[in-house]
């Protein structure tokens, strides 16, 4: 087949809902796009396991220890599932870590803000983990298989990590008085990063255009983002927590919740590496590489002992 055939495959295949397997040619562009987004998303899953680790060790009871130390460990596996869907795109999953490392490949802004109060683990299941199931849900039909279906695991696993964040802070809201103000100023700061996390507005999206018409997005940054406000607003409304936003109010025209301008120079300030925590979390991965290096080590040495007897 001549390229301009396989070009004409490929297109046909997009328009069609088929999925791009690993072994069926794709355009250098669709590749390299796709090894930019999912190494990044399976970085976010592995740096945003810092914020909340950093309160396993003073979480309030047992079970509530035993609860945040399963949605850490859930974190790890999704970094691991994307990180071998960008293996399937022929992508060295140590190149990523290192490019990541040195400030090359990004990871999610949300987890350059710190967790100052029990109340933020409450917050980041509910409003992150919340504003990345609506992201993932969109993904589980993105156009490239491997990408797609371990999206579907995924989102099964997020939806009890956004539960689990939302009954903490409802448990939250039944106790003391400071105990509510705790959930209200954790609120108060996850809030509009958690809006950021959808990423620029649509006009100010570079790789939108090109990733919409070969459906790696389905919904653009803009459509999500509205999309987890107008589902947020309930959900507030339940917790007895006001939003911090004055402009936020329902537009009958549109059908949905107008608001407020995001703070688009903060955001650029924590992708462009500085953010409050942005130096904390890649000293962070740093350290668990150099000290988890004998793990690879072992693993690999393990490995090539099996092959070796099953070649003997
Ligand atoms: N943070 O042209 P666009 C989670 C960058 S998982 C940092 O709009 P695109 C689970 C973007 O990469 C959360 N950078 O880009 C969890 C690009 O830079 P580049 C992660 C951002 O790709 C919960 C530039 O700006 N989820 O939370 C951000 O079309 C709790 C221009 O932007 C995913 O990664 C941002 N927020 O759209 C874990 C979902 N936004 O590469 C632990 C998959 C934009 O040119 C605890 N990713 N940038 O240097 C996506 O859906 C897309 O990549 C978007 C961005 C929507 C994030």
């Not at 350059?112 to 039909?141: C, E, F, H, K, M």
């Not at 802070?169 to 609120?187: F, N, P, Y």
Request: glycine share 6%; proline share 4%.
């Amino acid at each position: 087949m001549t390229e301009a055939e396989q070009q004409q495959r490929f297109d046909e295949k997009i328009e069609a809902e088929i999925k791009i397997e690993p072994r069926d040619w794709m355009p250098e562009e669709y590749r390299k796009n796709l090894v930019r987004q999912i190494g990044q998303h399976a970085h976010s899953e592995i740096v945003g396991m810092h914020p909340e680790a950093n309160w396993l060790t003073r979480a309030p009871s047992l079970k509530r220890k035993a609860i945040l130390m399963a949605k850490i460990q859930d974190e790890a596996g999704h970094g691991l599932y994307l990180y071998c869907a960008a293996e399937t795109l022929g992508a060295d999953r140590q190149d990523m870590i290192d490019a990541m490392l040195e400030g090359k490949m990004k990871y999610a802004s949300i987890f350059n803000y710190p967790t100052l109060s029990w109340a933020d683990v409450g917050a980041v299941g509910w409003l992150v983990d919340g504003a990345a199931i609506v992201n993932q849900v969109a993904l589980q039909r993105t156009s490239y298989g491997p990408y797609a279906r371990g999206m579907v695991r995924i989102c099964k696993e997020e939806s009890f990590h956004q539960r689990q964040g939302y009954e903490l802070l409802m448990e939250m809201m039944k106790g003391s008085e400071e105990q509510r103000a705790m959930v209200q100023d954790s609120v108060n700061r996850w809030w509009w990063p958690a809006l950021m996390m959808f990423g620029p507005n649509d006009a100010d999206s570079p790789h939108s255009a090109q990733s919409m018409a070969w459906k790696i997005k389905r919904f653009s940054n803009d459509e999500l983002r509205q999309k987890f406000v107008d589902n947020s607003v309930r959900q507030f409304k339940y917790l007895g927590v006001s939003i911090p936003d004055p402009d936020l109010k329902w537009n009958e025209e549109r059908g949905h919740y107008d608001f407020g301008e995001i703070n688009w120079d903060e955001f650029y300030q924590v992708i462009s590496g500085h953010g409050p925590c942005n130096r904390q979390r890649i000293e962070q991965r740093r350290k668990a590489q150099e000290e988890g290096a004998w793990v690879v080590e072992a693993a690999e040495a393990f490995a090539a002992k099996r092959e070796a007897a099953k070649a003997a």
